[in-house]
C-alpha cells in the first residue's frame, strides 16, 4: 500500500490541488505496468475520469523513473468510449467484429444444413380446403 502512494505521489506531484480533487482511485497492476482509474471534479462538481498507465524505467545513471501516459475522459463520452473498448476487447478475444452487419445472403450458395428450408417448414395447404367455409 505504501508503495502505491510513493508511485501515486510521483504521478501526480501530490499537491492539495490534487487531493482535494481526487474523489475516487482504482488501481490496477499488470506486470510491468500500473494503471490508475482517477475519478476527480471540477470546479463544479462535474466528474470526469483520468486513466494512467505508469512504467517504471531506469534512465541515465541509473535513476529510477515513472514514464507515465494519461487519458482525460469526460462523462459525455463515457458511452462511446465504453462501446468502443467493449468492441476491441470482443475483436480480440474472437478475432472477428461482431458488431459488423452480416453478410447478406446469396441464392448462389448452398444453404447449411442447420438453415436449409424444408417443405415441413411451411403450413400443409390443400387445394380443396381452398373452396371450404
Not at 475522459?73 to 458511452?79: I, M, Q, R, T
Not at 474472437?94 to 417443405?119: H, Q, R, V, W, Y
Not at 395447404?125 to 381452398?130: K, M, N, P, Q
Request: charge should be negative; avoid cysteine; glycine fraction near 6%.
Amino acid at each position: 500500500m505504501e508503495e502505491e502512494a510513493e508511485l501515486k505521489e510521483v504521478i501526480n506531484g501530490h499537491d492539495d490541488k490534487n487531493v482535494k480533487e481526487e474523489i475516487f482511485t482504482k488501481v490496477v497492476r499488470a506486470g510491468k505496468r500500473t494503471y490508475f482509474f482517477d475519478v476527480k471534479a471540477t470546479r463544479k462538481d462535474d466528474y470526469y475520469l483520468t486513466i494512467t498507465e505508469s512504467k517504471k524505467r531506469l534512465g541515465k545513471e541509473g535513476k529510477v523513473f515513472y514514464e507515465k501516459h494519461k487519458i482525460f475522459l469526460y462523462k459525455e463520452d463515457f458511452e462511446k468510449f465504453t462501446d468502443g473498448l467493449r468492441d476491441a476487447v470482443v475483436y480480440i478475444e474472437n478475432g472477428k467484429d461482431e458488431t459488423a452487419a452480416p453478410e447478406p445472403f446469396s441464392m448462389d450458395e448452398p444453404l447449411e444444413e442447420s438453415n436449409a428450408l424444408t417443405a415441413e417448414v411451411f403450413t400443409n395447404v390443400e387445394f380443396e380446403d381452398l373452396g371450404k367455409k
